[in-house]
């Protein structure tokens, strides 16, 4: 039996956040800056079917989620993740949203990069039905910590993987 009103309340207190922990939530960081708010100005008006563009972070990833207003053909889901790999392999997208923002916030000694994933929801359920995803590493993020050897294991997100709602196993990106 628990002794005291304050041992009962951080009994509770850590219950809620094992539960929550457990549960699966994540809080996002919105970015908005310059270079993300041009982008999708003129992702937006080239393909009038995107509803938004989502630019966010947490602790191990940076998403750019799209939604879509109507449907939109496969040739025009790869055209936009082209457009938005472009976007996130700049310079200006690694000073600016990794280097000011997220190791603002995360990763301020170890500075270990996230990884990225490209989200495409193409009927607005929360479900993105292609996911394109990327790591900075290339034995992944969690290899980082320890590499052999730390300048081999960079890739700079240029190795892509995609998976499908239906098709939860990543495949390749292949350009073509």
Partial sequence: MLRSRGTRALVVLAAAALLAAAGGCTTYTKVNTGQVKEFRRDIRSQYKQI???HVRFNPTLVEILFTFRQAVEEDEVKAIFA???TLVQSRKF???VIGEKYFAKYSKNARIYPNIAI???LDRDGN???RHT???YVH????ALHPADPKSDIDGYKTWYYRTKENVMPEPVTDG
């Fill in 51 to 53: 509803r938004d563009v």
């Fill in 83 to 85: 457009r938005t790999k």
């Fill in 94 to 96: 690694r000073e600016q």
């Fill in 119 to 121: 989200d495409f929801d």
């Fill in 128 to 130: 993105a039905e292609y």
């Fill in 134 to 136: 990327s790591s900075y």
């Fill in 140 to 143: 992944g993020r969690a290899a």
